[in-house]
Every structure is written in structure tokens, then in C-alpha cells.
């Protein structure tokens, strides 16, 4: 499988305000807040995991393992109630968000509606 830098994961407080919130004022960020028992988070992992690649680098994908350290805390500090929720940053702030499962038509509006900072001129998918 592919790596690609702009889908990565977070571990703890500092690495998302370095990673999601600093890089937010230059691209949108998706931040997935998921666990591993939770069956809609797998589901949706590799729609996320397809999606991102088709807007080359614009926007960015930031996997947040609820188990993991100071993640559940930031699922907290970000009003997160069920799993799977994605949260849109952009600039800093959250933007938009959507919980369950979606396909990938649902992935690519929700980006494109909600963005303030991807190019509405320059589609980034077919």
C-alpha cells in the first residue's frame, strides 16, 4: 500500500496542534477520530484513505486512534461524542464535521462544500 504524507497519525496534544491546527491555515484538515473495536471506523477508514489522495496533497487527513495517550482527551476537548466523527479544521477552527460512516460521493461534498480554503475553481477529482 501506498504512504502518503498528507494522511497521517496523531499521538497526543502537541503533535495535533503542530500537525492539524499550524498546518490548517495552509490546507483543510480532516481529522478522524475512530477506535479500533468500532466497526462504522473501519468502514470509513478506506473511504477517507481513497478520497484524500484525490485532492493531491490540498487537503489532509490526520488519524486520531481514540485508545491512544492524550487522544481521548482531545476527543473530549473537541465535543466528540460517538466514533467515527470528522472534524474539518481550517485556520484553526472547526469548521464542519459528520459522525457514522459515509461513501466516498458523501467524503468528497462534504469537503468541497465545507472548505473555505481549497480552490472552488479547481476541482480536484473527476
Request: proline share 6%; aromatic share 12%; glycine share 4%.
Amino acid at each position: 500500500m501506498t504512504t502518503y504524507t498528507f494522511i497521517f497519525d496523531i499521538n497526543g496534544i502537541a503533535d495535533f496542534e503542530e500537525r492539524v491546527l499550524k498546518a490548517s491555515f495552509r490546507n483543510p484538515v480532516l481529522v478522524d477520530f475512530w477506535a479500533d473495536w468500532c466497526g462504522p471506523c473501519l468502514f470509513l477508514d478506506p473511504v477517507l484513505k481513497a478520497v484524500i489522495p484525490e485532492y493531491h496533497g490540498k487537503v489532509l487527513l490526520a488519524k486520531l486512534d481514540t485508545e491512544e495517550d492524550e487522544n481521548m482527551k482531545l476527543a473530549g476537548r473537541h465535543q466528540v461524542r460517538g466514533f467515527p466523527t470528522v472534524l474539518l479544521i481550517e485556520k484553526g477552527q472547526e469548521v464542519a464535521r459528520f459522525s457514522s460512516a459515509r461513501a466516498k460521493p458523501f467524503v468528497r461534498e462534504f469537503i468541497d462544500t465545507n472548505s473555505q480554503l481549497l480552490p472552488k475553481v479547481n476541482s480536484a477529482h473527476p
